[in-house]
C-alpha cells in the first residue's frame, strides 16, 4: 500500500488544519488507519487510529477533543481534522496503516507509511 499525506501548513495557535492521507490500493477499506506525530528531536508519537469501516476511533489524550479522524473508503482516503491547534502540536505528521486495528499503538506495529506532511503552529 502507498500512502501519500497532505494537507500540513503554517497556522496560527487556535486554527484549523485538515490533514488527508491517499492510498493507491483498492483494498485500503481491510485496513486500519493511523496518524503520529514527530517533532523535531522526538520520537514518533500515536495519535489517532480508526477501523477498516470507521467504527472505531482512539485518540492520544494530548489530542483528544481537538482532533477528528475520519475515512471515506470509497475514495481510499483518511483524514485527520484539527482544531484548537497549539504550538506543541508542531510536528510532521505521517499516515500508517495495518491490517488490524488496536492492541499496541507503536510505530513498529504498523506496516505502511506515508511520506509525512510539515504542520507548524505558531504562537
Known amino acids: 500500500v502507498q500512502l501519500q499525506a497532505s494537507g500540513g501548513g503554517l497556522v496560527q495557535a487556535g486554527g484549523s488544519l485538515r490533514l488527508s492521507c491517499a492510498a493507491s490500493?483498492?483494498?485500503?477499506?481491510?485496513?486500519?488507519m493511523a496518524w503520529f506525530r514527530q517533532a523535531p528531536g522526538k520520537e514518533r508519537e500515536f495519535v489517532s487510529d480508526?477501523?477498516?469501516?470507521?467504527?472505531?476511533?482512539y485518540y492520544a489524550d494530548s489530542v483528544k477533543g481537538r482532533f477528528t479522524i475520519s475515512r471515506d473508503n470509497a475514495k481510499n482516503t483518511v483524514y485527520l481534522q484539527m482544531n484548537s491547534l497549539k504550538p506543541e502540536d508542531t510536528a510532521v505528521y505521517y499516515c500508517?496503516?495495518?491490517?488490524?486495528?488496536?492492541?499496541?499503538?507503536?510505530?513498529?506495529?504498523?506496516?505502511?507509511w506515508g511520506q509525512g506532511t510539515l504542520v507548524t503552529v505558531s504562537s
Open positions: 490500493e483498492r483494498t485500503f477499506n481491510s485496513y486500519a
Open positions: 500508517a496503516a495495518r491490517p488490524r486495528y488496536g492492541g499496541n499503538r507503536t510505530p513498529v506495529e504498523y506496516n505502511y
Open positions: 480508526i477501523s477498516w469501516n470507521g467504527g472505531s476511533t
